[in-house]
DNA sequence: ATGGTAGCTGGGCTA
């Protein structure tokens, strides 16, 4: 349970916790990461089931409403009696002053260590031209005033989590079919390239080259199986952050189990001082 | 451009 200078954080959209609960927990065991956003998680605190996860060592932060969808929740593993302070401080639910229909559960910032992290999901979008396209965009906006507000206060900053957006050609899995369609159409893949022009790494893209990195394979039909994947969830890091980080793996191998999530996880581990 | 499935709910929405 000591922390070494290495930090191992991870980010996966479950698909419902309550579901996903056995896979999410054979992972963690396997993996250890030090944090892990989830998305997706479906429920709120009442509901989520928490003693795995604190058997294991984790201390929860989760915001979930009672609707059944969207939902995000940090598992932050416990330092024990080690000199390096990983307490979970300063825990914003969702973004300060959000209102209807930006408000929904879907992100939850916390301090660890000497960085601000972000566990951050989404709105589908849908279809482009809909009424869930035009708020997926005005929730980008809101994103990324958040974002830079938060980074005046911490300068070290990990945004972790299923973006909804394909931001290249290379992270969809036939870029010609999809360039005008959600997830890959052009005012959404401004809004990624928005943050990137606030300083922040895409360091999954960074360690993969010009690889695909698929995180997402549709459930109906075989796209998994044929390999018909998107790059959906992401790791942005600012850039001396992004300096630290020494392994990148996209965990593909957990999509085909039986009764998976339909996105696999996504692990960085970072040099700390 | 379409269809295909899964979860949460108790019909239809979200994804």
């Given at each position: 349970?000591m922390?070494g200078?290495?930090?191992?954080?991870?980010?996966?959209?479950?698909?419902s916790?309550?579901?996903?609960?056995d896979?999410?927990?054979t992972?963690?065991?396997?993996?250890?990461p030090d944090v892990?956003?989830?998305?997706?998680t479906r429920?709120?605190?009442?509901l989520?089931?928490?003693?795995?996860?604190?058997?294991?060592?984790?201390?929860?932060?989760?915001?979930?409403?009672?609707?059944?969808h969207?939902?995000?929740?940090f598992?932050?593993?416990?330092?024990?009696?080690?000199?390096?302070?990983?307490?979970?401080?300063?825990?914003?639910?969702?973004?300060?002053?959000?209102?209807?229909?930006?408000?929904?559960?879907?992100?939850?910032?916390?301090?660890?260590?000497h960085l601000?992290l972000?566990?951050i999901?989404?709105?589908?979008g849908?279809?482009?031209?809909?009424?869930?396209?035009?708020?997926?965009?005005?929730w980008?906006?809101?994103?990324?005033?958040?974002?830079?507000?938060?980074?005046?206060?911490?300068?070290?900053?990990?945004?972790?989590g299923?973006?909804n957006?394909a931001?290249?050609?290379v992270?969809?899995?036939?870029p010609?079919?999809?360039?005008?369609?959600?997830?890959?159409?052009?005012?959404e893949?401004?809004?990624?390239?928005?943050l990137m022009?606030?300083?922040?790494?895409?360091?999954?893209r960074h360690?993969?080259?010009?690889?695909?990195?698929?995180?997402?394979?549709?459930r109906?039909?075989?796209?998994?199986?044929?390999?018909?994947?998107w790059r959906?969830?992401?790791?942005?890091?600012?850039?001396?952050?992004?300096?630290?980080?020494t392994?990148?793996?996209?965990?593909?191998?957990?999509?085909?189990k039986?009764?998976?999530?339909?996105?696999?996880?996504?692990?960085?581990?970072?040099?700390l001082a």
């Amino acid at each position: 349970m000591m922390p070494g200078p290495n930090a191992r954080l991870a980010t996966w959209n479950v698909e419902s916790i309550r579901a996903r609960h056995d896979q999410v927990i054979t992972w963690v065991e396997a993996n250890e990461p030090d944090v892990l956003a989830m998305q997706e998680t479906r429920c709120g605190s009442r509901l989520f089931p928490r003693k795995a996860f604190i058997d294991l060592g984790y201390e929860l932060v989760i915001h979930g409403g009672e609707s059944g969808h969207g939902g995000v929740a940090f598992a932050v593993r416990d330092g024990g009696e080690c000199a390096v302070d990983t307490s979970v401080r300063s825990i914003d639910l969702g973004i300060p002053g959000a209102v209807s229909p930006l408000d929904e559960p879907r992100s939850i910032s916390i301090t660890w260590r000497h960085l601000r992290l972000h566990s951050i999901y989404a709105p589908n979008g849908q279809k482009v031209g809909t009424q869930a396209h035009r708020v997926k965009l005005a929730w980008f906006s809101l994103l990324r005033q958040w974002l830079q507000l938060e980074r005046e206060d911490h300068p070290h900053v990990i945004v972790l989590g299923d973006l909804n957006i394909a931001p290249m050609d290379v992270d969809v899995w036939d870029p010609r079919r999809y360039r005008m369609r959600n997830l890959t159409s052009p005012p959404e893949r401004e809004a990624f390239r928005a943050l990137m022009e606030d300083g922040l790494v895409d360091v999954v893209r960074h360690h993969y080259g010009d690889a695909a990195a698929f995180t997402w394979w549709n459930r109906r039909s075989d796209f998994y199986e044929t390999d018909r994947g998107w790059r959906l969830d992401h790791v942005l890091t600012d850039a001396e952050t992004a300096s630290l980080v020494t392994i990148v793996r996209v965990d593909r191998a957990e999509r085909q189990k039986p009764n998976s999530t339909d996105h696999a996880p996504v692990l960085v581990e970072l040099a700390l001082a």
